[in-house]
């Protein structure tokens, strides 16, 4: 069974750093591309960022190039979202979810992580 | 900046079918977009359904069906039952950088 499970979520202060961690298994980890997606409290979904299964190719929405950075750890099975410079418009639920084909799609989603940035 | 448009809400009946639409502020939606759909139910993370314009997920039932009506993606949802009452988000593949759009969402009301 894929499972996704996110962690690292919480409170930061505008301009401060969270990391998000995203757990995988069920599923080789290294063949699939995986990504981000997010949701603001009441609002719709918001892609941030891809990267494809080797880390070659690396992809950001243009509201968070410059600040969040995508890696993974394909021995570990992990998926990471260095988050800096957050803002408060960056307050959401962060989801990881896998990603099949090109362009991807979003087969598999983990149940999200809550960022909320406040002061 | 392309804004991808959706109902903000519609509603069915029990047994119905609706239709739901993907549209772009500019321009026409084609299979080279590659749109896809997503459910999600309140405080549930989302769930895959159509991708590649009009291929179902693994497990979804052939109630649901894409395809391009006109100048946009299309979601249709025949038999409407009870628990299809969610959001449904569509997403674009707009190239370029890599981007991939949401719509706004359509909050489905079966009633």
Redesign the interface.
């Known amino acids: 069974e894929v499972q996704l499970v996110e962690s690292g979520g919480g409170l930061v202060k505008p301009g401060g750093s969270l990391r998000l961690s995203c757990a995988a298994s069920g599923f080789t980890f290294s063949t699939y591309s995986m990504n981000w997606?997010r949701q603001a409290p009441g609002k719709?979904?918001?892609?941030v960022s891809?990267i494809s299964s080797s880390s070659s190719?690396i992809?950001y929405?243009?509201s968070v190039k410059g600040r969040f950075t995508i890696s993974r750890d394909n021995a570990k099975s992990s998926l990471y979202l260095q988050m800096n410079s957050l803002r408060a418009e960056d307050t959401a639920v962060y989801?990881c979810?896998r990603g099949?084909?090109w362009?991807?799609?979003?087969?598999?989603?983990?149940?999200?992580t809550l960022v909320t940035v406040s002061s | 900046q392309t804004v991808v448009t959706q109902e903000p809400s519609f509603s069915v009946s029990p047994g119905g079918t609706v239709t739901l639409t993907c549209g772009l502020s500019s321009g026409s939606v084609s299979t080279s977009y590659s749109p896809s759909w997503y459910q999600q139910t309140p405080g549930q993370a989302p769930r895959a359904l159509i991708y590649s314009t009009n291929t179902r997920s693994s497990g979804v039932p052939d109630r649901f069906s894409g395809s391009i009506l006109g100048n946009k993606a299309a979601l249709t949802i025949t038999g409407a039952q009870a628990d299809d009452e969610s959001d449904y988000y569509c997403v674009l593949y707009m190239g370029g950088g890599a981007n991939w759009v949401f719509g706004g969402g359509t909050k489905l009301t079966v009633l």
């Open positions: 997606v719709g979904l918001e892609w891809s190719y992809y929405a243009d989801y979810a099949v084909g362009p991807y799609y979003f087969d598999y989603w983990g149940q999200g």
